[in-house]
């Protein structure tokens, strides 16, 4: 069969989805990038937020037109969406022939042949090479998304998670990867559905992630990218205290790699063995992602998130004491239930203080089977779009002031492709820059066929944007 996929959502969803790629392939089956000749359909969906619900539905009923008029015999449907309405999809989208959720990654080889859901399924509440990524969303369709309040509570939460000897295929660019050191979240914060979805937290023995961090820096794979729920608390659910600082130090020694980067890191389990091996290890990368999402003490109480205003300040002093240079990335909601004025002039004061290199804002969305989901979401829409806006100004203002004092400075890049800009333009990022979700450098002055996807080259730092960089090469 000829199987065409599309990974929506965040990096965790991509490996899943290169998962059921590997797993596909290992099975004999051809992978297509046009969506149009393919026999079998995958759309691997989320289910985050209302935007990234309507995103989903909108690919599936898109993709569920090429079964009705194009070479598409079997549509499948996975992913965190498939595990929150199961049911309803079927129901209101009956040109899907299989829904797997997301402790069903493995059952993808029976769902492309099979001629109905996988037995015993459990009812349960970015272009890439070989993927399809969408990232906007296509023509809306509302009346068939799947009404609020009627998703089932999971029996049984997702317990699956792969390790270095499943088959995976990369979706991204051969220079970098995402490994999943974890799965599932134990917290209980009040807006987020990902524990339903997920399930609880379960690390991977690190024999596992090492032996898969070198079988991808054999295959070319130069920065690996560490990825969980919560990333830092590694190994803290198998009682192995300082396990993700030990895991830092053994993927140091790996040959082959060059940047090891950490993302999703969570404020109270942060802790000095961490941060000491971010210092020493020279392949670890100074960059620390680490969503707060509030800074006045109310609302973070009322998001049940367990760190305060002090504590946070006091928190990212130790960061930036412990390493020097570090890069600090996070993100904000605005627009939570019983948000104030005051309380996002609080924020806007703590992104003053901070002086973070990276912000992400998003506001808030009223998601059933959160416990918000009980308290009136009274931000109107207006609001909400209005705070983000005005946090996001302040956040502009204040890079544009950090990056115009780096011109001049000449520092170590490494080459993502060419840049849609112009032909003779090339995308790049520095080790304080992240793939697809931070700022980047646009290199110049060079011919791109010197300089290959995956080059590290040093440059001189020549201009400054409202976020991006411009160098030349030295």
């Not at 820096?217 to 729920?229: D, H, N, P, T, Y």
């Not at 780096?406 to 520092?411: D, Q």
Request: with cysteine.
């Amino acid at each position: 069969m000829k199987i065409g996929l599309i990974s929506l959502g965040c990096p965790k969803n991509l490996v899943d989805s290169e998962v059921m790629l590997g797993l596909a392939q290992q099975a004999g089956h051809e992978l297509t990038q046009d969506a149009a000749s393919a026999d079998v359909l995958v759309v691997n969906t989320c289910a985050f937020i209302d935007k990234a619900k309507q995103e989903s539905i909108d690919t599936i009923l898109e993709m569920a037109q090429l079964k009705t008029s194009g070479a598409c015999r079997r549509l499948i449907v996975t992913g965190c969406m498939a595990e929150r309405y199961r049911d309803e999809l079927k129901a209101q989208i009956p040109e899907i022939d299989a829904v797997l959720g997301t402790g069903e990654v493995p059952e993808i080889v029976g769902a492309i042949g099979a001629g109905c859901v996988v037995p015993g399924a459990v009812q349960s509440a970015s272009a890439a090479p070989l993927a399809f990524h969408r990232s906007a969303p296509g023509t809306q369709h509302h009346a068939r998304h799947p009404a609020p309040g009627t998703q089932h509570p999971a029996p049984v939460l997702p317990t699956y998670l792969y390790d270095a000897d499943t088959p995976r295929l990369l979706a991204t660019p051969k220079h970098y990867a995402y490994v999943k050191i974890a799965e599932g979240c134990d917290y209980k914060c009040a807006f987020c559905i990902i524990p339903k979805l997920r399930g609880e937290y379960r690390s991977r023995p690190s024999e596992s992630i090492v032996r898969e961090a070198r079988a991808l820096a054999a295959r070319g794979v130069k920065e690996l990218l560490l990825i969980s729920q919560d990333t830092t608390f590694y190994g803290i659910d198998r009682n192995e205290r300082g396990a993700l600082a030990r895991l830092l130090r053994e993927l140091n020694t790996v040959d082959g790699l060059e940047w090891i980067r950490l993302l999703y890191l969570y404020p109270t389990t942060i802790d000095d063995d961490t941060l000491a091996a971010m210092a020493e290890c020279d392949k670890v990368c100074k960059y620390i992602d680490l969503p707060l999402q509030h800074a006045s003490n109310p609302i973070l109480k009322k998001m049940k998130r367990p760190g305060t205003r002090q504590g946070y300040d006091a928190l990212l002093s130790r960061i930036r004491e412990r390493v020097p240079g570090v890069a600090l990335r996070t993100t904000f909601i605005v627009g939570f239930p019983g948000e104030t004025d005051a309380d996002v002039a609080e924020l806007s004061a703590f992104i003053k203080d901070h002086a973070f290199d990276h912000v992400g804002v998003f506001t808030y969305s009223h998601e059933e089977g959160t416990s918000a989901y009980a308290v009136d979401d009274d931000v109107p829409a207006a609001a909400k779009a209005s705070r983000r806006a005005r946090v996001m100004g302040l956040q502009k203002r204040l890079a544009r002031e950090r990056l115009r004092a780096r011109v001049g400075e000449r520092t170590r890049v490494i080459v993502d492709g060419p840049s849609s800009e112009h032909e003779l333009i090339l995308r790049a990022r520095l080790a304080t820059q992240a793939p697809d979700i931070d700022a980047c450098v646009y290199l110049t002055e060079c011919d791109p066929s010197t300089y290959r996807t995956g080059a590290f080259v040093d440059v001189e730092i020549v201009d400054a944007r409202e976020y991006d960089l411009v160098a030349r090469p030295v």
